[in-house]
C-alpha cells in the first residue's frame, strides 16, 4: 500500500480562497516533500521539509510536518485557477532508500 | 539547463511485444528514477539508477528492467507487454540519490498496449 495517503481525494474551492491538503504516513521518514501534477504532465517539485523541521514557506505555499503525529499539510493561499492540478506527498522513509509517493489530491479552482 | 527529456512520449504496442523507453538526465545528474503512473495504483516505483548501478528497485517483475550509461542515461525495457502495463511511464533524476533531494521529472512516456 502506499505510505504517504492524501486527504481529501479531491478538492474544488474558489479563486482566492485558500487551500490545505493532508498526507498521512506510517513510519518513520526523513524527509517528505510534495509535488504538482498539471494534467497528465510530469511531477514538479515544489516543498521538501525534513523530519527535524516543523514548517516551511514558498510564496504562497506553507508546509507543516507534525512527525508524531505521522502528518503534513500543504496550504496554497490566495488560490489562483493556474493551480488547479493534482498534489503529492512522497515520503523518504528511513531505511528504504526510495520516495514512495501517495494517490494525490486533485484540486480544481473556480474562477 | 535542459529539462529531463523522455522518448518516445507516446507509443502503441500489442500484448507480447517489447518496449524500450530511454530517459536524458539533467547535465550533472547522477540518479534516475522510473515510476510508473495509473489511474488506479497511483505512482508506483520502479527502479533507480545511480552511477550505472541499480540502487533500488520496486516490486515489479522481472519483465521490467533497466539500465544507465556512463553519461547517465537510462533506458527501460518492458518484455512481453501485458495489457495492465499500458501507463504513463515517468522518469526523474536528481543531483545526489533520489529519496535525499529535489527530483526532476520529465513529461513521461505514455504507454498503450492493445
Known sequence: SQQGEEDPQALSIQEGENATMNCSYKTSINNLQWYRQNSGRGLVHLILIRSNE???????????????????SLLITASRAADTASYFC?????????????????????? | KAGVTQTPRYLIKTRGQQVTLSCSPISGHRSVSW????????????????????????NFPGRFSGRQFSNSRSEMNV?????????????????????????????GSRLTVL
Open chain 1, 54 to 72: 516543523r514548517e516551511k514557506h514558498s510564496g504562497r505555499l506553507r508546509v507543516t510536518l507534525d512527525t508524531s503525529k505521522k502528518s503534513s
Open chain 1, 90 to 111: 512522497a515520503t523518504d522513509l528511513q531505511g528504504a532508500q526510495k520516495l514512495v509517493f501517495g494517490q494525490g489530491t486533485r484540486l480544481t479552482i473556480n474562477p
Open chain 2, 79 to 107: 518484455s512481453t507487454l501485458e495489457l495492465g502495463d499500458s501507463a504513463l511511464y515517468l522518469c526523474a533524476s536528481s543531483l545526489w540519490t533520489a529519496n535525499t533531494g529535489e527530483l526532476f521529472f520529465g513529461e
Open chain 2, 35 to 58: 515510476y510508473q503512473q495509473t489511474p488506479g495504483q497511483g505512482l508506483q516505483f520502479l527502479f533507480e539508477y545511480f552511477s550505472e548501478t541499480q540502487r533500488n528497485k520496486g
